[in-house]
């Protein structure tokens, strides 16, 4: 009997493999999103100073000034362009830059001098994820361009004491490690969802859903199909992506266990795919179900600690988001896969996934025959 | 004139094909004017595709068509003579708007004609009264009867007063009366414009026995042309029926023998389905009121009634599929148990609608209801294979069912049905739309279980030769059974010369018991004859305006949509607002003090007394120290070697140590500036202690302004770019469903076949949407002036224009995914993919435009979101105006144009 059901919902759920193959524009997508999408973003949409845009402003035009301006390097900068004191506001009102410093005039005459001129560094603060790093970053430069202009390195030798800065982890620091993975999560999250949620409607529509009802399979049966295929489908393109893309083309180096990021995807995907069939229970008709799922993925999506820090937020928005379990999820990858934590590590993050699960899951399955004997 | 005066519609070796599958071979037809034309035939020879070209709203493969003397290939053409022909599709109320009340959708169609107030006011008055609808004025399409959707279909078609009705079986699926109603309807309809030409498409040969003119089609081509009469006579056939039947080629006539029913050996009489009372309630509105009935196992139990007066309902109520508001149903002399997979496995069930998997072959569909109903493996393909051979299926078995004309899907539907041979089969119309010969077909079947195996069957219907061959019927009506009996015992009690007389009359009794009848007028009005084909303008507002009102309509009718879309963004700013900060403040930290002087005590001090950092529990070993930052727990760790204050004080510059979690870029980076922080305060402290003057650092004073957001708060930054991203995903994704949707729902047609353009089309159906995302946008605007204090330093009016602009855009990004793709589901998984994706990462809204590199920099410049970044920030936060920002005002209003043209070049006024 148990044997026979389970071969039931194995049946169930290649069919819906089936479906997801019978739309082109669906695979492309899916793929697309998986490949292209997640090596572009970690490529270029970047956290730390990377790539930030200088300008100077050199009216000394000095030996030093020139010095200090060829400083900015890459991989943190952009070459500066010299620019005149005029576009100041300019450029940072359109935001073509990011950074720009002004050098006064007699800057070299008076660092010679010992008369402590001033640079000033003028930074758009509305780029909040690069501003305030940036800025600390070249006015480490300029001093040290300064000092070493002036011979004086032998000074950090005399300070009292040595700081030594590690990153573990990550030890450059390189967010595109960060952004890759994050991307992927976040890819889960979206297409889980639209995906499970989506065929459950569409299964209402065209009423082959209510054919299913009157034979001998249970709506927990036609759900636990939706959620394995879908799943399925969405753990190997997630997969893939981190062996091909992630591993492959852009060379991050994983320090954790792949194996334990997988299974960890399968009990995310058991509670994304069931929100997915839970909101498709809520929702009357696909637009009104595409309006909810968009809503309810950007609030899980850019609060889930993947965008900003989760400790950057108000308490009450922390526990909120505890519900969510993509919460749950970007602290479990970042703890297996950069910092290589085991099982004894992250379990209570499993837990939370499975309990989160189950009760969307329960929760879609008291509203599952309703939703359907009232929607169609 | 010329075409008025033999031929309406004239066809020339027309070729049509679906894929591979050939609709019309070389047809060649000249269609009468003024007058009732048929076409009849089984189902898929081509019929409706012949319409739909005659119609304009298929395009022309090969051949040529002419309608109203014109070339129907002629784009001119075929635009000025749209609004002379109105086209019904298939299908009941398909092209019709179901939240839409009656009126409301004829004044869509009347906008969409170009009819002024007046005349739409005028024109639906008369309709409404000719047709008897005038009292249902305010009820929704979508909750009218089959025969009152098809009448209001008919009052759309006719509201611009056609030269040319075109009718695609416009009775299949309603209850006889409803069905002689609207035949009197297209009669007093013609008598009132004489000259207007009808054509329609039928399966029921009594109503095309009444036409003027036919052509019998079969396989794609005209099998014969002439008036019924002459038909008949040439081949020597009583009824048109047979005269069809003789006409077709001698390998199909072979099949056809008349259906014979053998008595029903009376049983031991027991009941196999009992409805006891059942009733079912939709708030105030009562779908099936106390019904009861038996049925005798092995009986054929016939169930008539006209749409939507709860036949389908009191079937679903049977297999347990709704549950009863009252009452019980009994199967084998059980209650029904919906939950009960036994009792499931005894019945099989067809509905009205196509319910198998259009994905899945036919093969595949019959291979996944085996496993479903756990037949073992081995009984598998025999009994496939049985059924594909009973049902001649075999033909198709790796076809998909689209592409499968209906009378084969529905044998599909049977085939699957019986596939666990059931004691029970509940078939809800399961011959509506088939052919006769197919329908005969599917009646041995249907003998063949009752007769032979004691498969009870009860059926729903509308064809009266059906329901004669049923062992008993039972007429329903508005949620009633008004008799149930043999066939000829109903006959009898109504001294009726027919079932169908019989029918009408007890129909008609009810009717007269419950709402007087309104006298339905009978307008003769002689109505000026119109003249000549006048030249169409490219747009007209009124058209567009048609759209307009009907998306505001809809969108006003689902509460749940406008609530959605416009509380969700409020919620969604509050949240961000709040939630997305980069200010990094009470970073968790230990300390590995491996020293334990004065002198790290010290150093540590100036750590745990910063507002940056939290102090956790001081870390004993190496180990934990590994694991707690492993466990995330920590954010950083410091290290402090053993003889840390001998050292320093012997200024042997000892080394401390702090370790970083690495896995959050931004963090770590912000954390590192602050621990850097930290102890140059230290160190200065400390060369003031010993030397009595500050550690100089740097020969330079830099002095860091960080301007437009002097206070560095994320709130600032953050809440312009939050506009812009709700203002692109909520608004895309309102639109991104809407031509989708038509395509799907049918009613995509309307848009076929009136003289609306593309640009009208488009228009009509963006504008209540950009109106709802200006909401979005002004509530999200006076939100962060309010909630969260963001002054307002810029030109309010730039911005305002600017925003305008931008849901402009992004509206016309979710109409241009909506014209690509080709179903629902991909329309939302790219609309979200795509805005989420380059919103998210490539507009600025997080990390700045400048910085971003190849690709994605390509990417951004190519969407719309980073010019609005620019406008929502410089206005909000950087003091700007119109005459810092006004390229950015370009770039969006041409993107608003690039979308719109290229979702017009999309959607095709025609169906290929």
């Excluded at chain 1, 505890?322 to 590590?345: C, D, K, M, N």
């Excluded at chain 2, 919620?571 to 003090?593: H, N, Q």
């Excluded at chain 2, 241009?816 to 991909?826: D, G, R, Y």
Aim: with cysteine; proline share 4%; hydrophobic share 45%.
């Amino acid at each position: 009997m148990m044997l026979g059901r389970i071969h039931r919902i194995y049946r169930l759920g290649v069919k819906e493999l089936y479906s997801v193959k019978s739309d082109p524009v669906l695979v492309f997508l899916l793929i697309w999103a998986f490949t292209f999408m997640i090596y572009q973003v970690a490529e270029n949409a970047k956290m730390e100073v990377i790539d930030a845009s200088v300008a100077v402003i050199d009216e000394d035009r000095s030996e030093l000034s020139r010095r200090i301006a060829d400083s900015f390097l890459k991989p943190y900068f952009k070459p500066a362009v010299i620019i005149s004191a005029d576009r100041v506001d300019t450029v940072l009102d359109t935001g073509e830059f990011i950074f720009v410093v002004d050098i006064p005039p007699k800057f070299e005459a008076d660092v010679l001098t010992g008369q402590m001129p001033e640079v000033q560094v003028n930074v758009d603060a509305t780029a909040m994820s690069i501003a305030g790093n940036g800025a600390s970053y070249i006015s480490n430069i300029i001093t040290q361009e300064v000092r070493s202009f002036l011979d004086q390195t032998e000074l950090i030798d005399a300070l009292p004491l040595n700081l030594v800065v590690r990153a573990k982890f990550n030890p450059n620091l390189n967010s595109s490690w960060f952004m890759a993975v994050m991307q992927i999560v976040n890819n889960i999250t979206l297409l889980a969802m639209i995906l499970t949620g989506a065929a459950l409607i569409r299964e209402r529509e065209h009423g082959t859903i209510e054919h299913l009802l009157v034979m001998p399979v249970r709506s927990a049966d036609i759900m636990i199909a939706k959620i394995w295929a879908n799943g399925l489908i969405i753990i190997v393109a997630a997969a893939i992506s981190l062996l091909v893309i992630v591993e492959g083309a852009l060379q991050v180096p994983i320090l954790g266990s792949k194996g334990l990021f997988i299974g960890g995807a399968v009990f995310y995907l058991f509670s994304i795919t069931s929100l997915g069939i839970f909101l498709a229970t809520l929702a009357g008709s696909m637009p009104q179900f595409g309006l909810l799922t968009i809503l309810i993925y950007i609030i899980m999506n850019l609060l889930s600690g993947s965008t900003t820090p989760l400790e950057s937020m108000p308490y009450w928005l922390q526990q909120t988001m505890q519900f969510s379990p993509s919460t749950h999820y970007v602290s479990f990858s970042q703890a297996v896969l950069y910092r290589g934590a085991g099982v004894e590590i992250v379990w209570p993050e499993l837990l939370a996934m499975f309990g989160i699960g189950c009760a969307f899951f329960l929760l879609a399955l008291w509203r599952f025959r309703k939703a359907i004997v009232r929607f169609s | 004139m010329k075409e008025l005066i033999d031929h309406v519609a004239v066809v020339t070796s027309v070729n049509h094909k679906y894929g591979d599958r050939a609709a019309l071979d070389d047809v060649s037809l000249e269609i009468p004017s003024g007058c009732m034309a048929g076409l009849i035939g089984p189902d898929g020879v081509g019929k409706s595709t012949l319409l739909a070209l005659v119609a304009g709203v298929r395009k022309v493969q090969k051949g040529m068509v002419e309608t109203l003397g014109g070339d129907m290939q002629k784009w001119s053409h075929r635009r000025d003579c749209l609004t002379r022909i109105a086209y019904m599709p298939q299908g009941l109320g398909k092209n019709l708007y179901p939240t839409l009340s009656i009126q409301e959708n004829l004044e869509f169609f009347g906008r969409l004609f170009g009819l002024n107030r007046r005349q739409r006011r005028q024109r639906i008055a008369d309709l409404l009264a000719a047709t008897g609808l005038s009292s249902f004025a305010g009820r929704p399409a979508g909750k009218l009867s089959g025969g009152m959707k098809q009448k209001l279909g008919l009052c759309c078609a006719l509201i611009h007063e056609p030269d040319l009705l075109i009718l695609d079986e416009p009775t299949t699926g309603v209850d006889p009366l409803s069905r002689r109603q609207f035949w009197e309807l297209i009669g007093r309809m013609r008598k009132r414009r004489p000259q207007m030409s009808v054509i329609v498409a039928t399966a029921y040969m009594e109503e095309a026995d009444q036409f003027d003119w036919l052509a019998a089609l079969d396989d794609g081509q005209i099998i014969a042309t002439g008036s019924p009469f002459e038909l008949k006579l040439q081949t020597g056939a009583e009824t048109l029926e047979q005269a069809f039947i003789n006409l077709l080629p001698d390998c199909k006539k072979q099949e056809r023998t008349e259906v014979i029913v053998p008595p029903r050996k009376s049983d031991d009489g027991e009941i196999a389905i009992a409805a006891i009372g059942l009733t079912k309630c939709y708030g105030d509105f009562v779908a099936v009121d106390h019904v009861s009935f038996e049925i005798e196992r092995g009986e054929i139990f016939g169930f008539l009634g006209s749409n939507g007066c709860g036949k389908t309902t009191t079937m679903k109520m049977l297999t347990g599929l709704q549950p009863a508001t009252e009452g019980e149903s009994k199967l084998f002399g059980k209650t029904l148990n919906a939950r009960d997979m036994q009792t499931r496995r005894r019945v099989g069930y067809m509905s009205q609608s196509f319910s198998l998997y259009e994905e899945l072959s036919v093969y595949q569909n019959l291979e996944l209801h085996a496993h479903i109903f756990q037949i073992p493996n081995r009984q598998i393909r025999d009994r496939l294979q049985s059924l594909l051979e009973r049902f001649e299926l075999d033909e198709v078995r790796d076809s998909k069912p689209t592409s499968l004309p209906i009378g084969v899907r529905q044998r599909l539907q049977l085939a699957v049905a019986l596939l666990h041979r059931p004691e029970i089969l509940i078939l809800d119309e399961p011959t509506s739309g088939v052919d006769p010969i197919a329908r005969d077909g599917f009646w041995r079947h249907l003998i063949e279980l009752s007769r032979k195996d004691g498969v009870t069957i009860f059926i729903s219907t509308h064809f009266m030769n059906e329901a004669e061959r049923c062992d008993r019927i039972s007429l329903m009506h508005a949620g009633k059974v008004l008799a149930v009996g043999t066939p000829s015992d109903l006959i009898r009690e109504k001294e009726a010369a027919s079932l169908d007389d019989a029918f009408v009359s007890f129909l008609e009794q009810d009717i007269a018991a419950i709402e007087e009848p309104e006298a339905v007028r009978d307008i003769v009005k002689e109505a000026a004859p119109k003249s000549s084909t006048t030249k169409e303008r490219i747009f007209e507002l009124r058209r567009m305006l048609a759209y307009t009102i009907r998306e505001t309509k809809e969108l006003l009718r689902d509460p749940i949509r406008l609530i959605f879309a416009i509380i969700g963004p409020i919620i969604l700013m509050i949240t961000f607002g709040y939630g997305i900060s980069f200010d990094v403040e009470d970073l968790p930290y230990a300390v590995l003090d491996q020293d334990q002087t004065l002198e790290s005590r010290k150093l540590l001090e100036n750590f745990s007394g910063s507002r940056y950092f939290t102090e956790h529990d001081p870390i004993s070993n190496a180990k934990e120290l590994e694991f707690r930052l492993r466990s995330g727990e920590l954010k950083f760790a410091i290290e402090i070697p053993p003889g840390f204050g001998q050292n320093l004080l012997a200024g042997r510059s000892p080394e401390v140590g702090i370790l970083l979690d690495g896995a959050m870029p931004f963090r770590a980076e912000t954390a590192r500036g602050y621990v850097q922080g930290v102890i140059s305060q230290y160190l200065n402290a400390l060369s003031l202690q010993r030397r009595g003057v500050p550690l100089q650092i740097s020969p330079a004073v830099i002095e860091t302004r960080f301007l437009y957001n002097q206070a560095f708060k994320s709130t600032y930054a953050i809440t312009p770019g939050v506009i812009m991203l709700l203002c692109i995903l909520i608004p895309s994704m309102m639109t991104a469903v809407g031509i989708v949707r038509e395509k799907e729902m049918g009613s995509i047609t309307n848009f076929y076949a009136t003289p609306v353009t593309q640009v009208e089309f488009l228009l009509g159906k963006q504008l209540p949407y950009v109106l709802l995302a200006y909401i979005n946008f002004i509530s999200l605007f006076l939100l962060i002036m309010f909630l969260f204090d963001v002054p307002m330093k810029g030109s309010f009016f730039a911005l305002a224009v600017g925003a305008l602009l931008y849901v402009w855009t992004t509206t016309g990004f979710g109409m241009l995914v909506s014209a690509f793709v080709k179903s629902q589901i991909a329309a939302i998984f790219a609309t979200s993919i795509v805005a989420m994706v380059l919103t998210m990462n490539f507009s600025g809204f997080l990390t700045p435009v400048s910085t971003l590199g190849g690709g994605a920099r390509f990417m951004g410049l190519f969407f719309p979101a980073p010019y609005f970044q620019q406008i929502s920030v410089g206005t909000i936060t950087k003091a700007l105006d119109f005459p810092d920002l006004w390229s950015n005002h370009v770039s969006l209003a041409l993107f608003a144009l690039v979308f719109f043209f290229v979702a017009a070049l999309l959607v095709r006024k025609q169906e290929k």
